[in-house]
């Protein structure tokens, strides 16, 4: 069974810029959060999504958004970066019945 | 507000040194208190889920506890293929549905 997939692997993007990122999550599982990681403030929980609807959400800004297609892909979009939002970003599927959570490899974005 | 909080951030033993990580949780109703280990460059590895205190579980070096407050991670005669970061998580109540927070993470160094 593939496991959960994100791309790019690797982003640089200067201020002011957006960005998207994907994840395809395991097959069969409908549930897709994703987490910003930095080295000061640890997993941070972004948002999750079930079934195309955003079922939970983080304390960030507006700017962090995302989507999830009928596929349960989702995607993610930051829009005006800042200097700030470079982390490596977590996507992480699950069964919703199973609250074991699954986890990409993540997209490591350097704003400059 | 649900609160996760891991200590120490770093830890670095020798060998076959036993020792805890600690993780303190702040939470309306537990639901679940989950482990992941996490190598650099890769997502977060599930370990364990803890449900009620007094709750343990074992996975070759590892134990995990819970308490109404805590829950500590045992490492036993660990070895080097064991560093890694060690993150602990809770999801609040009602349901499967709720979001999972995750601490910062202990940083655990084994030294041949």
């Known amino acids: 069974k593939a496991g959960v997939t994100q791309t790019p692997r690797y982003l640089i993007k200067t201020r002011g810029q957006q960005v998207t990122l994907s994840c395809s999550p395991i097959?069969?599982?409908?549930?897709v959060s994703w987490y910003q990681q930095t080295p000061g403030q640890g997993l941070q929980f972004l948002f999750e999504y079930f079934s195309e609807t955003q079922r939970n959400k983080g304390n960030f800004p507006g700017r962090f958004s995302g989507r999830q297609f009928s596929n349960s892909r989702s995607e993610m979009n930051v829009s005006t970066l800042e200097l700030g939002d470079s982390a490596l970003y977590l996507c992480?599927?699950?069964?919703?019945?199973?609250?074991?959570?699954?986890f990409g490899s993540g997209t490591q974005l350097s704003v400059l | 507000e649900d609160q996760v909080t891991q200590s120490p951030e770093a830890l670095r033993l020798q060998e076959g040194e036993s020792s805890s990580l600690n993780c303190s949780y702040t939470?309306?109703?537990?639901?679940?208190l989950f482990w992941y280990r996490q190598d650099p460059g890769k997502g977060p590895e599930f370990l364990f889920t803890l449900y009620s205190a007094g709750e343990e579980k074992e996975k070759e070096r590892l134990k995990a506890t819970l308490t109404k407050k805590e829950s500590f991670l045992h490492i036993t005669a660990p070895k080097p293929e064991d560093s890694a970061t060690y993150l602990c998580a809770v999801q609040a109540m009602p349901s499967s549905a709720s979001k999972i927070i995750f601490g910062s993470g202990t940083r655990l160094s084994i030294r041949p």
């Open positions: 992480a599927s699950r069964n919703p019945a199973d609250e074991k959570l699954f």
């Open positions: 939470v309306s109703g537990l639901r679940g």
């Open positions: 097959s069969g599982h409908r549930s």
